[in-house]
């Protein structure tokens, strides 16, 4: 089965500054997708950024960027220049085409102080 | 990508009564996904719709407590029956659409059951 481990309930991060969320997750598979995915209050699920595992290169969207450790089984999310906006919940997912659905991580509660 | 637009956004219920949540997609997709998810945790995955198939069911999950339609492919509905106050609770509707099994979230409908 698969998991996925987010072990941080909570951090607080200084506007401008830079938070690492971090990830762990574990299968038998060897392609997979992993994701990180941002619901803000609003609720809206917004997707952050998306890891294929094939790929040994790290996925970037500007200030998001990931550290994808496939040995380790590890999926940490760097958010640069934290902005007021970037104050959500942060879920990790993991996709395999085993059974095409997403299992996601007890996700974190990012706050971004002024 | 895909846009989700999901009807209502909130209700409030009395306890015996039906809901039926909608959600509605500016494409075509074959798979669509319900989930609940009570404020501030995880999402927990219902079931699968795929058109022309019945909906499969996540464990915990039961066709006459949670049925669903999904009459094309832009459309599908789920209905929460019988309700008590342990069914509040934030329903997302989401699809898996472009390169990447990347998933798509409307903006859930949060239900309050008294």
């Known amino acids: 089965a698969q998991t996925v481990t987010q072990s941080q309930p909570e951090m607080s991060v200084q506007e401008a500054e830079t938070v690492t969320l971090s990830c762990t997750y574990d299968?038998?598979?060897?392609?997979?997708?992993l994701f990180w995915y941002k619901q803000p209050p609003s609720r809206q699920m917004i997707l952050v950024i998306r890891?294929?595992?094939?790929?040994?290169q790290n996925a970037t969207e500007n200030r998001f960027s990931v550290n994808f450790q496939k040995a380790a089984k590890s999926f940490s999310l760097k958010i640069s220049d934290s902005q007021l906006g970037d104050t959500a919940m942060y879920f990790c997912a993991f996709w395999t085409g085993a059974n095409s659905k997403l299992t996601f991580g007890k996700g974190i509660t990012l706050s971004v102080r002024p | 990508s895909a846009v989700i637009s999901q009807k209502p956004s909130r209700d409030i219920c009395q306890r015996g009564t039906s809901l039926t949540i909608q959600c509605q997609v500016d494409?075509?997709?074959?798979?669509m996904f319900w989930y609940r998810q009570q404020p501030g945790q995880s999402l927990t995955l219902i079931a699968t719709a795929n058109q022309g198939s019945e909906a499969t069911y996540e464990s915990g999950f039961v066709i006459d407590k949670f049925p669903i339609s999904r009459p094309n492919l832009t459309f599908s509905t789920l209905t929460v029956s019988n309700m008590s106050p342990e069914d509040s609770s934030i329903y997302l509707c989401?699809?898996?659409?472009?390169?990447?099994?990347?998933?798509?979230f409307g903006a859930g409908t949060r239900l309050s059951v008294l």
């Open positions: 989401s699809v898996s659409a472009g390169v990447g099994n990347i998933q798509y």
């Open positions: 299968t038998s598979e060897s392609n997979y997708y």
């Open positions: 494409s075509q997709v074959t798979m």
């Open positions: 890891q294929e595992a094939y790929k040994q």
